[in-house]
């Protein structure tokens, strides 16, 4: 087990470093540079330009810029922005709850929803039960994010008025310090009345829209693995006990059809991060993904290299974690 | 009173080319403690017709009969709650393939466990200790380790034992046992029959022994019945059939055994069996028999009486001659 362990973290490194040149060289790839960004269309004189590309070490060569990215990287330094001129990890590090409390109630949405409705069709097989699941499923699945973030918006919150149009809180009604990060335990620890209402219903639309490409891809997933299960012998075992139809498919299958289901799962954390970028930057939550976005257009060359490592250092982390659950809940692989 | 009385079951299936009659007219009976025998070659209709009566086929299937009777209820009126007490319980059955049959996820003990506690009053600790106590009947060394062992560590004969075992716990008065042998090593083959026997015997429990095995037949069965395309052709004690086989096909089957081979070359039945788009208008045998008539080919045969042991044929064999009827249509 902890060979299998060390095994898969070794196995991470080499996409480390494939990750830190490819970062580095895509976020040179854009046109422009730093000062440009900054100076606009105004220009600025050519000794200034010298000067400030200098102080940032831009002048270097290439590949001493790598290397020394590369040195920073190797003693945890991500380096400080160029334009907050605070060290990139902490700017991280203040955003980065937002974006996890969204992905997580995302997934939570997701999972929630997505396993049931691919049971359901999956026992219900070709039922009209099933086909408009499956047609909800690919419909959510081919859904432009941004488009269906502007619908929501403009249904639920323009339309119905149910929900905030945007950011993670009214602040003309509240105000506390972050705490954890986390608005909806902050909310929480504020003890302000009506906080905790308020922080939900702005995670709403957001988790929705988040959650929405990884509800059908978990659904659709859990439908084909069910399917796949119910035909096993062992499910005829199952039933041949007399065991009710709830015990047959909600332990005997689903306990095997979820095996697949959370590798899945476990994959949707990439698509959340990124997916995070979009929706972020439409219900203006101030998330990684939208620093990130702002950082693009500011060829903030530090904070992008650093952030794009530190996002996908998580999803290796949490594809890890996934393959240790899976390790976890298969006893084939646990025994083997 | 017979335990398990089936008159007239058909099963068909829907296919894409249309309904598929797979198991067509079968009667079958068993009493307490009797020990019958299906046979017959793949593609028979043997396990589908058991399948019926445990009621585990498929929703595309189509089940009718005149009765379907166990230990005195109606099965064809039961509803699925009431039958689900029945079934696991009083009515149980073994499957071919054990290591498939285990459910991967969970302990063996859990699995033997698990019938008792949705059909018998027992306490956490009497279940646990009825576990063991199953394991040891079905010889399984060290049964307290093996309770908390996973399927995957178990070899294929391990596994049929554990599926006996399971079988077992909540004292059944039938087994059905589909082909508990035909996915073991011929070595373990022998062992896990012989433990059935054995239990069967001990427990004066019945069982229906589906199997492709005559010799088995010929060592265990009190009653045989022979099937055919999904057709019951003959049936009859166990003696009788050997001694004398009044269908074709029956006498065919044993005509095969190696053990009555007297030429050089094995003895085989020519040709497969029909499937849903070769079926023959007369009697399904008719294309491969050797007693086959023009009468055989064209009108479906009648089904003789118990003298002839019930042989569905227009001329069933008596010492091998066949007999033609007037009654014959």
Redesign the interface.
């Known amino acids: 087990m902890l060979n299998l362990i060390l095994r898969r973290v070794a196995l991470t490194v080499p996409t480390f470093v494939a990750l830190m040149f490819v970062t580095f060289v895509a976020v040179r790839l854009v046109p422009g540079d730093p000062i440009e960004a900054r100076t606009g269309e105004r220009g600025i004189a050519p000794e200034r330009l010298a000067q400030l590309r200098h102080e940032l070490g831009l002048d270097q060569p290439v590949w001493r810029q790598f290397l020394d990215y590369i040195y920073g990287l190797l003693h945890g330094d991500f380096g400080v922005s160029i334009v907050t001129k605070t060290p990139v990890l902490h700017e991280f590090l203040i955003l980065f709850p937002a974006t996890l409390e969204l992905a997580f109630c995302a997934l939570v949405f997701a999972v929630v929803l997505g396993v049931p409705a691919g049971v359901l069709a999956a026992v219900k097989r070709g039922s009209v039960l099933d086909h408009s699941v499956m047609t909800v499923a690919l419909a959510g699945y081919s859904m432009p994010i941004f488009w269906w973030g502007l619908l929501l918006i403009m249904f639920m919150s323009e339309y119905l008025g149910l929900t905030p149009v945007s950011g993670r809180m009214d602040l003309i009604n509240y105000y506390f310090e972050p705490v954890t990060g986390f608005m909806l335990i902050d909310s929480l620890l504020s003890g302000q009345e009506g906080a905790f209402g308020a922080a939900a219903a702005h995670l709403v639309l957001p988790s929705i829209v988040l959650g929405t490409i990884p509800l059908a891809v978990i659904a659709r997933m859990t439908r084909s693995s069910m399917l796949e299960v119910l035909g096993e012998d062992y499910v005829r075992t199952a039933r041949a006990k007399g065991l009710s139809p709830l015990r047959v498919v909600g332990l005997h299958t689903l306990r095997n059809a979820l095996i697949p289901v959370v590798t899945v799962v476990g994959l949707q954390t990439g698509t959340l991060l990124a997916g995070a970028v979009l929706t972020e930057t439409i219900f203006a939550w101030p998330g990684v993904g939208k620093w990130l976005i702002e950082s693009i257009s500011r060829r903030d060359y530090p904070a992008l290299q650093g952030g794009i490592m530190l996002i996908s250092a998580i999803v290796i982390l949490v594809n890890l974690i996934v393959d240790m659950l899976y390790v976890a809940i298969n006893p084939r692989i646990r025994h083997g | 009173m017979s335990l398990l009385s089936i008159r007239n079951l058909s099963v068909s299936f829907a296919t894409g080319r249309g309904p598929f009659r797979a198991v067509d007219r079968v009667d079958l009976d068993v009493a307490a403690g009797e020990l019958v025998a299906i046979v017959g070659e793949s593609g028979s209709g043997k396990s589908v017709a058991m399948l019926a009566v445990?009621g585990?086929l498929p929703w595309i299937a189509t089940v009718t009969a005149d009765r379907m009777m166990f230990d005195g209820r109606d099965l064809l009126s039961l509803s699925a709650r009431e039958?689900?007490?029945?079934?696991?319980?009083d009515l149980?059955?073994i499957?071919q393939?054990p290591m498939?049959?285990?459910?991967?996820?969970?302990t063996v003990g859990f699995?033997i466990r698990?019938?008792m506690k949705?059909?018998l009053d027992l306490s956490r600790a009497q279940r646990q200790a009825r576990a063991v106590e199953l394991l040891e009947l079905v010889g399984i060394p060290e049964p307290d380790r093996r309770l908390s062992a996973?399927p995957?560590?178990l070899s294929g004969g391990m596994s049929q034992r554990v599926?006996i075992a399971?079988a077992l716990a909540c004292k059944p008065k039938l087994i059905i046992a589909d082909e508990p042998t035909t996915a073991l090593d011929v070595t373990i083959q022998a062992q896990i029959l012989d433990l059935l026997l054995k239990l069967q015997k001990e427990s004066g429990v019945g069982l229906v022994l589906i199997t492709h095995d005559m010799g088995v037949v010929a060592e265990t069965a009190q009653r045989v019945c022979v099937h055919y395309a999904g057709q019951q052709v003959e049936m009859q004690d166990t003696r009788g059939l050997f001694r004398d086989p009044h269908h074709p096909y029956t006498a065919a089957l044993l005509a095969a055994l190696p053990e009555r081979a007297r030429g050089r070359l094995l003895p085989s039945i020519p040709g497969i069996v029909p499937g849903l788009a070769d079926r023959p208008t007369g009697c399904l045998f008719s294309p491969r028999c050797g007693f086959a008539t023009d009468t055989c080919r064209t009108v479906p045969p009648p089904r003789a009486g118990a003298e002839l042991g019930l042989a569905l044929c227009h001329t069933p064999l008596v010492a091998g001659v066949p007999q033609r009827r007037e009654f014959a249509a």
């Open positions: 445990m585990l039958r689900r007490r029945i079934i696991g319980r149980v059955m499957f393939e498939s049959s285990l459910n991967p996820c969970f699995q698990e019938a949705a059909h996973f995957h560590q599926m399971m």
